[in-house]
């Protein structure tokens, strides 16, 4: 799939904007705090419908106004979609198709993106939280059901949790409801974790090949997804549910205690390995780089694999992060299937040669200036 279009209105330090894009390459030029990454994450807004930078859509919204509206349109195999997202006081409102939608999980998944930012190599050194996340937004992306569960999960564990809560306070405690919120949270929780056992098989094995490939053999990538249930037990839902709800038995007493959930996905992990060693404490710098690079080529595949659609792939300043050999591999890997958005304040080196026929946006100051001649700068490669 590639974003034909968008149209940005009121959008962070964008009053308007109305930018057609390239299928392959698209270069967005300028110099610091113009809008390049504002206008990243506007395409990974329109597809998620939330930022990877804030967690407070009205950060979104032009300060000198209330409303902000991302709009643009994505061209799949099965036809053109059209898409828009409004921002205001009120709440953010999807539109597909120019119908609006009511829950956010029919909307999410009809345009999918990869981020690629110099964060994510917290992917491989961050915290816990840092992965799970990363698992929920891109298995989120590919499928809608464990988005659904994800936020079933969520919201019973608010309630489970003020429930574990309010019990510390009281004399008498009604463990009888408690099994049954502990009951739904745990059918919801197995769900997840059966679903992320099975996406990650899959990364895994395009992560492998692709990581193989960079250390030119020398490496080999496992994953393993580091969670209480036993290792036995991690199978079908029904039988990761009674391991949960068992598990919430066992630890009763040290939950009513604290006074929250101590299980469940919400705890769990994931751990990359490189050659048996986990490379977030034993990797080097290169092999912890190598990692975060293999798994986020690896989700292209993965989304290919899922949906039968290439995503869309927005780079923000990595490639002045990576060295030659990992430009090299990274830019061979996408060219001609990925269309790309890469975000540089000078287009130079190594990117400028591997970099064929690329479609160049200049950013200044919130105005986006298409750079018709696209040969200028010596970007281009004549074939
Ligand atoms: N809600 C907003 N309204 C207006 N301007 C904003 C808003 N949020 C951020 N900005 C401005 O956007 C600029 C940063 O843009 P950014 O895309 O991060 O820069 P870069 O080109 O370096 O990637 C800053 O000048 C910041 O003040
Ligand atoms: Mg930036």
């Not at 539109?95 to 110099?118: D, M, T």
């Not at 917290?122 to 939280?129: D, H, L, M, S």
């Not at 492998?208 to 030119?216: A, R």
């Not at 949906?307 to 300043?317: A, F, Q």
Request: aromatic content about 8%.
């Amino acid at each position: 799939m590639y974003l034909q279009e968008l149209q940005l209105q009121h959008f962070r330090n964008y009053t308007a904007a109305n930018l057609r894009f390239g299928q392959g390459i698209n270069v967005l030029l300028g110099e610091n705090a113009q809008g390049k990454t504002n206008l990243l994450e506007a395409i990974y807004v329109l597809a998620l419908t939330r930022s990877h930078r804030t967690a407070n859509d009205h950060d979104l919204v032009n300060w000198q106004t209330k409303t902000a509206k991302i709009s643009g349109r994505v061209v799949k195999a099965a036809g053109t979609v059209p898409l828009e997202l409004t921002f205001s006081r009120q709440g953010k409102r999807a539109k597909v198709n120019h119908l609006e939608q009511a829950r956010l999980s029919q909307y999410v998944g009809q345009l999918n993106v990869i981020l690629f930012a110099p964060e994510d190599l917290a992917i491989v050194k961050g915290a816990p939280t840092v992965r799970r996340r990363f698992m929920d937004m891109e298995f989120g992306q590919m499928n809608p059901r464990y988005l659904y569960n994800l936020s079933q999960y969520r919201t019973l564990l608010k309630q489970r949790n003020r429930y574990l809560k309010d019990l510390q306070h009281k004399q008498k405690k009604d463990l009888l409801f408690l099994s049954v919120l502990s009951d739904q949270l745990a059918a919801y929780g197995a769900e997840i974790i059966a679903a992320r056992l099975g996406m990650l098989k899959k990364l895994e094995h395009w992560a492998q090949v692709i990581h193989g490939e960079i250390s030119q053999g020398r490496e080999e990538l496992t994953f393993h997804y580091a969670t209480q249930v036993p290792d036995d037990q991690l199978t079908d839902p029904q039988t990761i549910c009674a391991a949960l709800t068992a598990l919430y038995q066992k630890q009763q007493e040290k939950e009513l205690y604290q006074g929250t959930t101590l299980v469940g996905p919400h705890r769990d992990d994931l751990h990359f390995q490189v050659n048996g060693k986990n490379v977030q404490t034993f990797g080097s710098q290169g092999q912890q780089r190598t990692t975060a690079l293999s798994v986020k080529l690896a989700e292209i595949d993965l989304m290919k694999e899922e949906t039968g659609e290439y995503p869309v792939l927005l780079l923000d300043d990595v490639l002045s992060e990576l060295d030659d050999a990992r430009q090299t591999h990274l830019l061979t890997a996408i060219q001609d299937k990925v269309q790309t958005f890469i975000t540089t304040t000078s287009l130079s080196g190594i990117t400028r040669q591997l970099i064929k026929d690329p479609t160049i946006f200049q950013i200044t100051d919130g105005q986006v200036v298409a750079d018709g001649d696209k040969g200028s700068g010596g970007a281009t490669k004549e074939d």
